[in-house]
Structure formats: structure tokens, C-alpha cells
């Protein structure tokens, strides 16, 4: 997949409409505590202001509901931003009307617009009205720049709609380079090529088990989404969280335990081998203070509920990451934000840190996790999108990236 990427446009005198994904991670204060996303897409900004053009930045953050709420207002973004650039950037307190702050712009200036989220038609299910606050905002620019990886399988009003009304229209370098590393994942792996998933929800990653499994020899599942394939080959797993019990969960219990052994079934027919853990830490089920317990065995006895991998399972999955040529990595081990249960996403990611291989690590909480332990930079590339890297490698278009003209 080759898109049209901002190099091939010209910028100069331009208003550059740049659609990116500044919605990080706040405290309990509401205060920035990360600003990976931001840093990500300074390149891009910089060459369109380095050029002569007029960056005009649109974002959302968190889920407001459609209306103003100052704890997720863009304004301390706009603050951080003009630190990281060496210069002022000016905000806008309306992303609707931002007309007069649009036409004040000199070449080479910076502008973020307010929370898109604060309008209820970014996110609207009906098209007529997400097009409506599109056509709002196609009136402040002449080019439209995809820098919002993150948010790319969202079909909202400023991922979708607005760059269908804009004339020139391409990716910027964050978005380039996603999609050059994912679509080497699905057409041209090294091998060996290693899978490595986790995190709560099995059924967020089914759909890149099936797709990925053609070409993964090895898939490493660990972390709550374990449990459903333990159980699918008749182990125990004590009140340990399992998607299929939860009553708001994409499939019932049955329809978890037919879909994980169907998964493990094709598994051995195509020769690609999904590993369980063989050993859990564990800890008593309901109460909050309960020591953490080694169970040396794949089975989780009653009363107990899993909340990390165990030594015997790091060293086999150790054994597995050692000899990968390309390893692909999302979603935790266990409850890492947990002390105590932190230790089996660590080991991975020290694995992935020192290996040979080259590491890809899907954003979310795998990304968090491996910034918390320090080896973010230490991985041959992080994505900038849970939701997006993992839809992207099952294989499905994303909005966001089919309105951007391939070439």
C-alpha cells in the first residue's frame, strides 16, 4: 500500500489541514502524563511550517460526549507543543469557529484547534451530520495531511469526511512510515516471525491470530486472553478474568471455548505453533490484599485468579523470541500496572530490547508498558495505535487510510 505522502505536495503559502492524534494519556488531575503521540508527529509539523506553509492541527481527547468540558480542552497540548517547537502556537477555543484565528495566520505558523469531541458530530453514526461539521472545517484549509495513525479506523468526521472534500490530500511521516512497517508484517516477514499477544480481550485479537497465523510460526499468548485457550484445552483456570464470562463480552462462554479450539485446531494443521503458559502467578479471587502465589502448573486451582506468567513460561517463551528474525508484540503479560504482577510484560520487553530481531510493539498498553520500563527506545518501532495496528494487520482497510489517494 503506497499512499501520497506530504513530500509530493506543495505547502508553501499552503493552510495545511493536519488531522493528528494528541490524545494522550492524563493523570487523575487531567495533566498530561505522556507525550509520545505529540513528539511523533513534530516532523511532519515541522515541514510544513519549515516550507512556508500554515499548520492548521485538529485533534481529539478522551470522550467529552459532545460538549465543552475544560478537563479534556486542548489547551495545555497547545502550551506543550509550543515548548517542543521553539515557538508559539496559537489555539483556537471553538473548532467550529476558528475563522478569525484561520485568517490572522501568517506562513509558517502553528495553530491547534480545540477539542473535535467537544462536537457531537465528530463521532456521529449518521454520515449527513458528520459531513456537516466536515464541510465546517474544510473552509479553514487547502491540503489535508493524515497524521493520526491512532485514530485511522475510526470513521469520525475529520478522519473520513473532510479529507473527501479536500482536493490534495496525503499522509504525513508518522502515517507513512506505520503503514510501510505493518504492511511488511502481512507481505514480506523475516523469518523466523514471532507472535507475541496478551492484554484482557481475547476477542480484539482473534481476528489477528486468523490473519497472521499464514505466516507466524510461533504465536505467544499470555496475559487474561491465555485463559480462554487454557481452557479450550481442558485446564482449569480458577476465577481467573475470562472474556466469555462477562456478560458485556463479544461472545458467550461457548462461543469462546469453539472459537479458541477452533484457533488451536488450525493451528496444528498449518503448522504454526500457539504456546500457552505453563505456569502462572496467581492471586486469591475477591480480595485486594491477597499475597501473590506461584502455581507451577498450566491449571489454576479454585479461588484463585492469574494475574502474571510464570518463570518456566518466560523461559520458553524466551527460547522462542531468541531465534525470531521479526517478532510483533501487543498486549501485556499480566496486570503489569499491578507491583508484583509486573514481571512477566518486563522480561518480554527486555527480551524484545536485547534480541536480534526486528521488534514492532502495537501501541495502547504494550507501548505504555515498554516506556514505563524503559526500552522504548530500544524497539525497532513503536506504534502510535492499539486499535489501528491491530486492525491493520488483520488485514482490513481502514477509513482513515482508504480516503488518502494511493499512488
Not at 20 to 45: A, H, Q
Not at 58 to 68: A, I, N, Q, V
Not at 118 to 123: G, L, N, P, V
Not at 153 to 161: D, F, I, L, T
Request: neutral net charge; charged residues 25%.
Amino acid at each position: 500500500m503506497r499512499k501520497r505522502r506530504i513530500d509530493e505536495i506543495n505547502l508553501a503559502g499552503k493552510n495545511v489541514l493536519v488531522r493528528v492524534d494528541f490524545n494522550v494519556p492524563l493523570n487523575s488531575d487531567y495533566r498530561m502524563t505522556d507525550d509520545f503521540r505529540i513528539v511523533s508527529s513534530l516532523p511532519t509539523i515541522r515541514k510544513i511550517i519549515e516550507t512556508g506553509g500554515r499548520a492548521i492541527l485538529m485533534s481529539h481527547l478522551k470522550r467529552p460526549g459532545g460538549h465543552f468540558d475544560q478537563r479534556f480542552s486542548l489547551q495545555q497540548i497547545a502550551i506543550h507543543l509550543s515548548t517542543l517547537l521553539g515557538r508559539k502556537v496559537k489555539f483556537a477555543e471553538n473548532c467550529m469557529v476558528a475563522d478569525n484565528a484561520v485568517a490572522s495566520l501568517k506562513d509558517g505558523d502553528v495553530l491547534l484547534l480545540e477539542n473535535l469531541r467537544f462536537y457531537e458530530f465528530e463521532s456521529a453514526k449518521d454520515h449527513a451530520q458528520r459531513n456537516h461539521m466536515a464541510k465546517r472545517l474544510a473552509k479553514y484549509g487547502d491540503i489535508f495531511i493524515n497524521e493520526a495513525f491512532g485514530t485511522s479506523h475510526r470513521p469520525a468526521a475529520s478522519m473520513v469526511e473532510l479529507p473527501n472534500l479536500m482536493s490534495e490530500k496525503a499522509v504525513g511521516y508518522l502515517v507513512a512510515r506505520e503503514i510501510e512497517i505493518l504492511s511488511k508484517v502481512l507481505t514480506q516477514p523475516d523469518y523466523p516471525f514471532v507472535l507475541i499477544l496478551g492484554g484482557k480481550k481475547a476477542s480484539d485479537k482473534i481476528g489477528v491470530i486468523k490473519r497472521l497465523m499464514m505466516s507466524a510460526e510461533t504465536i505467544l499468548i499470555g496475559g487474561a486472553m491465555s485463559y480462554p485457550f487454557l481452557k479450550a484445552q481442558g485446564y482449569e483456570i480458577g476465577q481467573s478474568f475470562c472474556e466469555g464470562r462477562v456478560s458485556s463480552a463479544d461472545w458467550n462462554d461457548a462461543e469462546m471455548d469453539y472459537i479458541a479450539s477452533s484457533l488451536l485446531e488450525t493451528s496444528r494443521e498449518m503448522k504454526s505453533e500457539i504456546i500457552t503458559p505453563v505456569d502462572h502467578y496467581a492471586v486469591t479471587s475477591g480480595k485486594g490484599d491477597s499475597l501473590i502465589q506461584y502455581v507451577n502448573s498450566p491449571n489454576i486451582p479454585e479461588g484463585l485468579s492469574g494475574c502474571d506468567i510464570g518463570p518456566k513460561t518466560e523461559e520458553l517463551f524466551r527460547s522462542k523470541i531468541a531465534a525470531a528474525r521479526m517478532i510483533v508484540w501487543n498486549g501485556p503479560m499480566g496486570k503489569f500496572e499491578d507491583s508484583g504482577c509486573e514481571h512477566g510484560t518486563k522480561f518480554v520487553a527486555d527480551l524484545l530490547a536485547t534480541c536480534s530481531a526486528f521488534t514492532i510493539v502495537g501501541g495502547g498498553e504494550t507501548a505504555q508498558a515498554v516506556r514505563d520500563f524503559g526500552f522504548f527506545e530500544m524497539m525497532s518501532h513503536v506504534s502510535t495505535g492499539g486499535g489501528a495496528c491491530l486492525e491493520f494487520l488483520e488485514g482490513k482497510d481502514l477509513p482513515g487510510i482508504i480516503s488518502i489517494p494511493s499512488v
